[in-house]
């Protein structure tokens, strides 16, 4: 059984930094393909940042290039997702994802202007 469990959201000010982290049991971290995705009100879930644990490879959506950054420990099977320069259009709750479908419970990101 796949568990993601994140943590690290909160309220912060537009501009300021955030890092989450979700910590993968149940798979094999190593090999995995772990993504971040984001769900703000009244709209649909979207990517933000994936990594290949396997490859090494990222991906960001354009939306968060320059300002985000994914990364993973393979020591503690955790994913992180360092969060710099934060708008209010990043409000969201923020799900942790493993390849194919295993989601986390999510966790709330309030950005205030």
């Known amino acids: 059984q796949v568990q993601l469990v994140e943590s690290g959201g909160g309220l912060v000010q537009s501009g300021w930094s955030l890092r989450l982290s979700c910590v993968a049991s149940?798979?094999?971290?190593?090999?995995?393909?772990m993504a971040w995705y984001r769900q703000a009100p009244v709209k649909e879930r979207e990517f933000v940042a994936g990594?290949?644990?396997?490859?090494?490879?990222?991906g960001y959506a354009d939306s968060v290039k320059e300002r985000f950054t994914i990364s993973t420990d393979k020591a503690t099977n955790t994913v992180y997702l360092q969060m710099n320069s934060l708008k209010p259009e990043d409000t969201a709750v923020y799900y942790c994802?493993?390849?194919?479908?295993?989601w986390g419970q999510g966790t709330q990101v309030t950005v205030s202007s």
């Open positions: 994802n493993a390849w194919p479908d295993w």
């Open positions: 149940g798979l094999d971290f190593s090999r995995s393909e």
């Open positions: 990594i290949s644990n396997f490859v090494g490879s990222t």
